[in-house]
């Protein structure tokens, strides 16, 4: 199904990088520009975003979706911002995290039925196959990272796995081929496969004719990055050579969207359960969310408080 709607899906192989901050305030930032926005929650075991928007009590969200049979405007919950609304995630109720093949299908239907010019979508931490679905449903996606080393090989790993979950899905018929990119199964699967030019190398061997598909679906894949928490110019480093690890051993352009100061005021602007980018649109990282979101939408977005 084709959507005129841009989904923008923000995911992460790391909890605590700041996904849903930025996320929420991406949301809110693209619907001051004068779009019509949705931010879903699409962390299904462990909602919270609803809480950076100041919404202490979801009235409804997915599980009414599923349980209940709303049709997908029904979930939208006004946030008081204009042009942005809001779909909850199915809550921490027992096995909301376990939407089964269907239940995510059903789900992708609903957001590309959505009547907004963009969609935002927080994902949760990891690389699930339902994670790295809505990752790779996207017209922009984007990988959350820190500086911290732990956090860019982690980012990497979510890279490499959104990517080989892409590749797998395509040779999903081709069961000797598959094995090579799908890990889900460690003891079936050819863990050497590591690298772009390993998995060209492996699949030449046992079917040439694939080599070419694989090509453009590696030269589609476009993730962009944002680097969080970032104190000094060393810090900056770290999206630089995230770009420099993807190209190398996965021939992927990842794109340097850049990067947030770190900053007392959104860990405030969290706690007040106020988006930064409104409770002090002046301050680095709002001046930094700006310019990010400049580049997302090809506008120059300068807010006043």
Do not use: C, W
């Not at 996904?19 to 909602?47: H, M, P, R």
Request: charged share 20%; net charge positive.
């Amino acid at each position: 199904m084709s959507t005129s709607t841009n989904i923008v899906s923000v995911g992460g192989g790391k909890g605590g990088v700041g996904k849903s901050i930025v996320s929420t305030n991406l949301a809110v930032g693209i619907a001051l520009s004068g779009q019509k926005v949705v931010l879903i929650d699409g962390d299904f075991g462990a909602s919270n975003l609803h809480a950076l928007l100041g919404i202490n009590h979801p009235p409804y969200g997915f599980q009414d979706f599923f349980l209940k049979s709303k049709s997908p405007d029904s979930l939208l919950i006004d946030t008081g911002i204009n042009n942005l609304k809001f779909i909850s995630s199915a809550g921490d109720n027992p096995g909301s995290a376990n939407i089964d093949a269907y239940g995510i299908q059903k789900i992708m239907s609903l957001i590309k039925k959505l009547k907004a010019n963009t969609v935002v979508l927080d994902l949760g931490p990891g690389t699930s196959f339902n994670v790295l679905d809505f990752f790779n449903m996207s017209l922009q996606s984007i990988v959350m990272s820190s500086p911290e080393m732990t956090s860019v090989m982690k980012t990497f790993s979510f890279i490499r796995s959104a990517l080989f979950r892409r590749i797998s899905l395509h040779l999903k018929n081709l069961s000797n081929l598959q094995k090579l990119v799908d890990h889900s199964h460690p003891s079936k699967a050819d863990i050497e496969t590591y690298t772009v030019n390993t998995l060209r190398v492996n699949v030449k061997k046992v079917d040439p004719s694939q080599v070419q598909q694989i090509n453009e679906i590696i030269g589609q894949f476009k993730p962009s990055i944002i680097i969080n928490r970032v104190r000094n110019k060393k810090d900056l480093l770290a999206g630089n050579n995230l770009v420099n690890l993807v190209k190398k051993y996965l021939d992927v352009d990842l794109k340097y969207l850049g990067y947030i100061a770190e900053s007392d005021r959104v860990r405030d602007s969290v706690e007040e359960m106020v988006p930064f980018l409104i409770k002090d649109p002046q301050s680095k990282p709002s001046e930094n969310l700006q310019q990010i979101i400049g580049t997302l939408t090809n506008t120059d977005l300068h807010l006043v408080k």
